[in-house]
C-alpha cells in the first residue's frame, strides 16, 4: 500500500504561482509513475502532468503545459508540481496520483493505483 498526502494548496491571484507537494509513505516511489490531476465543481477528473520513476520522462497536459512542471525526488518519496501563471481555469481540487511500473503517458485516472485525498487550488481574477 502507497498513502499520499498532497500539500501546498490555497488562493492565489491570476498570474501568481503555488507549489504542491505530495509525500507518500508505505512504499519506496522509485517504480512508480507519479501523476497529478484536477477536479473543478461539476467536472470529471482531467489529467494534469505526469512523471516516469526516473524523472527523465514527463508528460503534461495541454492547458498545463509550459506553465506547470512535475518534478520528483525519490529520496524523499516527494513529488511536486510548480504551477506558474495561474489562471481562474486552474481551480480545482489537485490530486496525486501513483501507478505502479506505469508509463507517463497515461492519462485516464482508472490507470492509476493510488490516491491522495486532493488540495484545493483556488485562483482568483
Known amino acids: 500500500q502507497v498513502q499520499l498526502v498532497e500539500s501546498g494548496g490555497g488562493l492565489v491571484q491570476a498570474g501568481g504561482s503555488l507549489r504542491l507537494s505530495c509525500a507518500a509513505s508505505?512504499?519506496?516511489?522509485?517504480?512508480?509513475?507519479m501523476g497529478w490531476f484536477r477536479q473543478a465543481p461539476g467536472k470529471e477528473r482531467e489529467f494534469v502532468a505526469a512523471?516516469?520513476?526516473?524523472?527523465?520522462?514527463?508528460n503534461y497536459a495541454d492547458s498545463v503545459r509550459g506553465r506547470f512542471t512535475i518534478s520528483r525526488d525519490n529520496a524523499k518519496n516527494t513529488v511536486y508540481l510548480q504551477m506558474n501563471s495561474l489562471k481562474p481555469e486552474d481551480t480545482a481540487v489537485y490530486y496525486c496520483?501513483?501507478?505502479?511500473?506505469?508509463?507517463?503517458?497515461?492519462?485516464?485516472?482508472?490507470?492509476?493505483?493510488?490516491w491522495g485525498q486532493g488540495t484545493q487550488v483556488t485562483v482568483s481574477s
Open positions: 512523471i516516469s520513476w526516473s524523472g527523465r520522462n514527463t
Open positions: 496520483a501513483a501507478d505502479y511500473l506505469g508509463v507517463v503517458t497515461t492519462t485516464l485516472f482508472n490507470g492509476y493505483d493510488y
Open positions: 508505505g512504499r519506496t516511489l522509485s517504480m512508480y509513475v
